[in-house]
């Protein structure tokens, strides 16, 4: 009984922690509405990629990346989720990782191709590979929503490793030195 | 051990494949005939893996490559049966149809999957 109550104090806290991010993001859903549920379920995912840890498994359905698991939460904490009331708060740094998802705008196509994308690419698929079985599963997506969605996608997925920043800092240092020296002599010159 | 228990394991140990296979076609009057085709039952299993969620027509036809035609009609074949219900929900400000399983549909598709796994293992 003790494991159980455990268990069901940290899935609450995870929801909490959901609807904090819900809230930072601007979203309050109606559970009873489909748009919503996609927009949340989109979200959820979209933000575990960034790295908070809900654990709660996606798997690829018709629907795109999947979670029943917190389909049963978001159906089963209605009146906390529509009122985005929580006792969670996020720290700066999650509310910094959060705000990246503003970019989606809370568009329902935008975060379905995202989100697609995103596992087709986890799944191993190359960026090339995974862009042609969103374009085949997805036919009805917008053009549009598909390549704002992929695009905001991308810098979740492919991170620089510290190496390639060094290297990319060493390639660059010569370019923004020259920058700046031009910008001194423009001064010198007016 | 009981005379009875004993004449259940010599009769199993006696037991043909025939007579195996036989029984479980049996068991397949138990079923509904009409959810027996490929169609149906991938409805079936993409709605029951979804629940309590709905799909759109559109992402049923994107996913098992079917006509509008052809997903159509199986989908109202399900509905009539009582296997699936259909509602409209408005996504990006287009009005879709949708389609979520029934408890029902659920009951005969968890019948159907255990019935084919037995029919596998004959």
Redesign the interface.
């Known amino acids: 009984m003790k494991k159980e109550d455990e268990a069901k104090k940290t899935v609450n806290k995870k929801v909490e922690k959901i609807i904090a991010c819900f809230k930072a993001l601007g979203f309050k859903p109606r559970v009873g509405d489909f748009e919503s549920r996609l927009i949340a379920q989109k979200l959820v995912y979209l933000l575990e990629l960034t790295g908070f840890d809900f654990g709660f498994a996606f798997e690829l359905n018709a629907r795109g990346p999947y979670s029943h698991a917190f389909a049963v939460q978001f159906f089963g904490n209605r009146a906390g989720f529509e009122s985005l009331e929580t006792k969670e708060e996020l720290t700066v740094g999650e509310a910094k990782t959060v705000g990246a998802l503003k970019e989606f705008e809370l568009n329902p196509g935008r975060l379905e191709a995202a989100a697609a994308y995103a596992f087709f690419v986890k799944q191993g698929l190359s960026a090339a590979d995974a862009w042609r079985k969103l374009k085949a599963d997805k036919p009805f997506l917008r053009g549009s929503d598909v390549c704002l969605g992929v695009n905001s996608v991308k810098p979740l997925l492919f991170k620089p490793t510290e190496e390639d920043e060094k290297a990319m800092r060493k390639e660059f240092a010569p370019w923004e030195a020259a920058g700046i020296e031009s910008l001194r002599r423009w001064d010198d010159f007016k | 051990m009981s005379e009875l228990r004993q004449a259940t394991r010599q009769t199993q140990a006696t037991a043909t494949p025939a007579t195996d296979f036989l029984s479980v076609l049996d068991k397949a009057k138990e079923l509904n005939s009409k959810v027996f085709s490929l169609t149906r039952l991938e409805l079936l299993s993409?709605l029951a893996?979804?629940f309590?969620?709905?799909?759109t027509f559109?992402?049923?036809k994107?996913?098992l490559g079917l006509t509008d035609g052809a997903l159509y009609a199986n989908l109202k074949a399900l509905q009539e049966m009582g296997y699936a219900r259909s509602e409209t929900?408005?996504?990006?400000g287009k009005e879709l149809e949708?389609y979520r399983i029934t408890r029902e549909g659920l009951e005969e598709w968890a019948r159907v999957k255990d019935w084919l796994r037995e029919f596998a293992s004959v």
């Open positions: 993409q893996r979804i309590p969620e709905s799909v559109r992402e049923l994107a996913v929900v408005s996504v990006s949708a």
